[in-house]
């Protein structure tokens, strides 16, 4: 099935090029459209995920030996006995090909890095609504996502859930020692897991 951006992803894409509301023009529009059509070409978009019990502590939680650290986390899986972690990309062609697109024409290149962001984004909706939803349990609701780099939650537990996923054997994902991912347009993210409380 051809990917058709949006509306929204066309503005989300400009928001992430720094253009703004009143900045937006047709030829812009234009641009980014061009962008995320060619960006089809170069993606290959692989997810792995699991479902894992957790421990809480004050200001953290335990999962498969890994102690996680984050008041924000804490929060947000705060009504959660398990949660799930989650790695995506759309592979190292994408990043190579942002890379000429950049050193050819600038304009172009941002456009594409920015499409890169918000497809990625989109990849991993579309992916959690169509198979990671559907296998929850009767009343099984689960929390907004949340990814290292967010609020407190540190860089550094991307290792965490690239090890606790095997995703670099699966997917080929990996980190650096500046905790950077590779390759880049990658996300790793947790969400919780709480049954709906009726009134």
Known sequence: MQFVPTDKLITDALRYMRVPPE?????LVRTVVEAFGRLEGYITPRCVWGRFHVVHFDGGFEIEGAYIYSNDIARLT????????????LGHETDRQITIAQNRN???????DACASVRIDAFI???????????LREGERM???FSPGYGDLKMNVTEDIIAILNATKRIGLSVTG???MSPIKS????????????N
Do not use: H, W
């Not at 909706?125 to 559907?134: G, L, N, T, Y």
């Not at 996300?187 to 009726?198: C, M």
């Open 23 to 27: 900045g937006r023009n047709d030829e």
């Open 78 to 89: 705060a009504r959660s006995d398990e949660c799930i972690m989650l790695a995506a990309t």
């Open 106 to 112: 600038m304009l172009d290149g941002i456009a594409l």
């Open 125 to 135: 909706d579309q992916f959690i609504r169509s198979e990671i939803v559907p296998g």
């Open 143 to 145: 929390t907004s996502r």
């Open 178 to 180: 500046s905790m950077m």
């Open 187 to 198: 996300v790793t993210a947790i969400t919780g897991l709480f049954s709906k409380q009726e």
